[in-house]
Every structure is written in C-alpha cells, then in structure tokens.
C-alpha cells in the first residue's frame, strides 16, 4: 500500500463518522451527501484491505482495525484544523495565535500571570474556558494547543506535564469557627449544605465521602463562580469546599479555611499536541506556568527514585 493510498480525506471522513456514530451524521457536518461519505469509507477500506466500519444498531461502528486507523485519522483531522485555523491570521499579517483551554481558576491565577509574562512575545493569546473533559476533547480536535486541566491521580503519557498538587479546603463563616478547630472531618458536615463548585467538582467530592462512607447534603445551587461560593459562607448559607488555587485567585477575610479531612487533592497538568505540530509559543507558555507553579501549588509527584516527574519535550515548530 503506497502511502498516498491513505488520502487524508477519506481519514477525515473516518474520523468523523467514530465522533458521530454514523454516516449520515458525518455527511451533515461535512456537508456532504451520504453516499459521498460511503464512497470514501469503501475507499479507505480497500486501500486498507479490510473492514473498518459495521452496522451496529441504528448506526454504525469501527471495527478493531477502524479504531487503529482513526486514532491515526483524529491526529490528521487536527493538524488541518490548525493548519486552516492559522492561515488567516498570516495571511493578513496578523501576529499567531496561541490557543488555550484551562478550567477557571487556572484561568483565573496561573494562566493569567503567565499571559503577563509573554507580553513581549509578538504573540495573541486566546483563552477559553473549559472543565477537563473538554479541553482535552478541544486539544485533541486542533481546536487548541494548550489544555490545561485537574485529575485525581497524575495524568501520564507523552505530551503531558504535571505542575503540581492542588489540595481542597473547607471555607466556614469565621465567626462560627469552634477554637482550637484545625481540621475538618468529612463526617463532621453533618447534614450542612455544602458548595462543592460544578458539576465536575462535585461529583469529585461525592466519590471521595463515598470512600468515607458519608454521603453530604448539598447546596441546591450549582456553581463554580468561587466568588460567590465565599460570599454565600460569609452569609451562612452553608460552607463550600474550595480548591486552594481559587483561594490564591480570591479570598474574602470574613471566612476561614480548614484543610479537610482525609485530604482532596488534584493534579493540575498542562497537556499539548502529540504526533502533529505545535504551536513553538506552547512551549515558552509551558516554561511559564511551571516557573509559577510552585507559588501557588504543592511540588510536582516524584518518581519512585525521588527525582521530580520528568515533562514531556516541547511541541516542535509548525
């Protein structure tokens, strides 16, 4: 098989119809017709000699040999994205852009100072925000270079840096703070409605009570504005479960924090492009965010012979 055979269109097209689950799905986002979209799965598939799409249900399905393909077709899928993302830009003469996915309070601490630190760079940044699930879905897709995102245990595998530990905090009005209190126990919330942040974040701190055998009452109202979450403490609405890094972003001297009890951490990690071309600024954003770390988060998980996790090489130019 020569390697034009593999044409970057049928790729894409297949790549589509795994995110869609079906032909007619693909086509519409395409827009295309269905048996355009046919055409090119037969294509690749006899360039391939085999299978690689099955009826399943209403839809379809990869076969085993589709889920090889595609995961080589989502990497292609990106880089045109990027390709295509990028040319306006040049071609106008505008400066490049670097493009970031971070969760809020990254955006809102991290992320920010280390925007400052490349104010001198010939660079326009562009920030979203996203919880992880999507800005990796986003830096998988090309539609960023950069996701930075929280995880219950160090994330591993190329492309991915860790930054360091994020641990969660119980914020209590201060005045209703028993003295010689330094710690809460999960068990001691009691039926106290709790702020647990989003929808992400709270089902982080469900799992762990679920460890505890605790099931906490919470608070009716779902937010991540960590603002807010204060405020409604301060007012004696309940308490909230803080991570620390919104704390550096904000902190109201009404309220008083208390580690919890066992401890709540998140890893906080910056992940870029694996097997396309990055974006060369993704890598001086990466010296950045983990030059500031260290002010803001808990040192980096060791290897088990105690030398710090090792980061993933640069992006290379593209």
């Known amino acids: 098989m020569s390697l034009l055979d593999l044409d970057p269109r049928s790729l894409v097209v297949l790549h589509l119809v795994e995110r869609t689950g079906s032909l007619s799905a693909a086509a519409r986002e395409l827009g295309w017709t269905h048996p355009a979209v046919s055409q090119h799965i037969r294509r690749l598939e006899r360039a391939a000699g085999c299978v690689l799409v099955e009826r399943h249900g209403r839809g379809v399905r990869l076969t085993a040999a589709g889920v090889v393909l595609a995961r080589h077709a989502s990497v292609v899928a990106a880089t045109l994205t990027a390709a295509r993302d990028g040319l306006p830009d040049l071609a ?16 809102a601490t991290l992320l ?15 920030v ?3 919880e992880p699930p999507e800005a990796l879905a986003a830096l998988e897709d090309g539609a960023v270079d950069v996701a930075i995102t929280f995880h219950d245990a160090p994330p591993r595998g190329a492309g991915v ?13 201060a005045a209703h703070v028993p003295a010689g209190q330094d710690v809460v ?8 409605p709790v702020l647990a942040g ?9 799992r762990h009570c679920a460890r505890e055998s605790f099931r906490p009452v919470l608070h009716h109202q779902v937010t991540d504005d960590y603002v807010l979450m204060q405020a409604m403490v301060a007012a004696g609405q309940g308490v909230a479960v803080l991570p620390d890094l919104a704390l550096a972003a904000h902190r109201r001297d009404d309220i008083t924090t208390l580690p919890l009890d066992p401890p709540l951490d998140r890893e906080i990690a910056v992940s870029l492009p ?6 060369p600024a993704a890598g001086r954003l990466l010296d950045e965010l983990t030059r500031l770390a260290p002010a803001v988060l808990a040192p980096r998980p060791t290897s088990p012979g105690g030398e710090p996790a090792m980061r993933s090489p640069r992006p290379a130019p593209g």
């Not at 126990?185 to 106290?192: E, I, N, R, W």
């Not at 694996?274 to 974006?279: D, E, F, P, Q, Y």
């Open 92 to 107: 106008r003469g505008h400066v490049p852009r670097l493009r970031v996915a971070a969760f809020p309070t990254a955006c």
């Open 112 to 126: 920010v100072d280390a925007v400052a630190a490349l104010a001198d760079a010939d660079l326009r940044v562009e």
């Open 128 to 130: 979203r925000q996203a």
């Open 161 to 173: 840096t860790v930054l360091g530990r994020d641990t969660a905090v119980v914020a209590l009005p």
């Open 185 to 192: 126990a999960v068990q001691d919330l009691g039926s106290t």
């Open 198 to 206: 989003c929808p992400v974040c709270q089902e982080r701190f469900l």
């Open 274 to 279: 694996v097997g396309r071309a990055g974006s």
